[in-house]
Nanobody, 113 residues
Framework: QVQLVESGGGLVQAGGSLRLSCAAS????????MEWYRQAPGKQRELVAS???????NYADSVKGRFTISRDNAQNTVSLQMNSLIPEDTAVYYC???????WGQGTQVTVSS
């Protein structure tokens, strides 16, 4: 059974930081490109960051320089370090295993002004 379990969300003031983690099981984690998406109320889900099996990374323009995606294949985890948070970053953040198209349940991030 495949599971992607996100953690680390919460409420933070603008300018603060959060670190999201996604623990994967039931997949061969090391071969998957992993992605973080987010969905704000009334908006479409958008890709925030991705990391390939070879650790190449890509970021949405809106988070470049503020967010960092990383992976630990030994622990089957992918993380998203979010710094200099702004209210526009408020959303539910989802972990996604690209090759198999599995999604986590999401974790809420709320940034207050």
């Amino acid at each position: 059974q495949v599971q992607l379990v996100e953690s680390g969300g919460g409420l933070v003031q603008a300018g603060g930081s959060l670190r999201l983690s996604c623990a994967a099981s039931g997949i061969i984690f090391s071969i998957h490109s992993m992605e973080w998406y987010r969905q704000a109320p009334g908006k479409q889900r958008e890709l925030v960051a991705s990391i390939s099996s070879g650790r190449s990374t890509n970021y949405a323009d809106s988070v470049k320089g503020r967010f960092t995606i990383s992976r630990d294949n030994a622990q089957n985890t992918v993380s998203l370090q979010m710094n200099s948070l702004i209210p526009e970053d408020t959303a539910v953040y989802y972990c996604h295993a690209k090759s198999s198209n599995y999604w986590g349940q999401g974790t809420q991030v709320t940034v207050s002004s």
